[in-house]
């Protein structure tokens, strides 16, 4: 991932989270809700990343990588498999 796709999907998630509504937490429903968690936690795997880029940490950026995939990929979906294939894939790695 180059640094301006990694800018454009910074652009991108933190557009889709100004545009859920602006309310307390307990007025969104659980589908609102749950988006908006895998909403932040993309945006905060991409500061990660971007982060991990700027000190030139390859290990820390991996993982930002993955973390990053698995959310899109599984967050959306059910975030227990999420939770499962991040496990796995770290135990793999032996992290």
């Known amino acids: 991932m180059t ?3 990694l800018e454009t ?3 991108e998630v933190s557009g ?3 545009q859920l509504p602006v309310t307390p937490e307990e ?3 659980h589908k609102q809700r749950r988006h908006r968690t895998v909403l932040r936690a993309r945006k905060q795997a991409l ?3 971007k982060k991990a880029r700027e000190n030139g940490n390859v290990h ?4 930002a990588g993955l973390d990053y995939t698995l959310l899109t990929e599984y967050g959306e979906r059910n975030i227990f498999l999420y939770n499962i294939m991040r496990a796995r894939l ?3 790695r032996g992290i």
């Open 90 to 92: 770290f135990w793999w």
């Open 27 to 29: 007025q969104l429903d």
């Open 60 to 63: 820390q950026e991996a993982e």
């Open 3 to 5: 640094d301006e796709e």
């Open 16 to 18: 889709k989270l100004e």
């Open 9 to 11: 999907l910074q652009r």
């Open 47 to 49: 500061d990660r990343l």
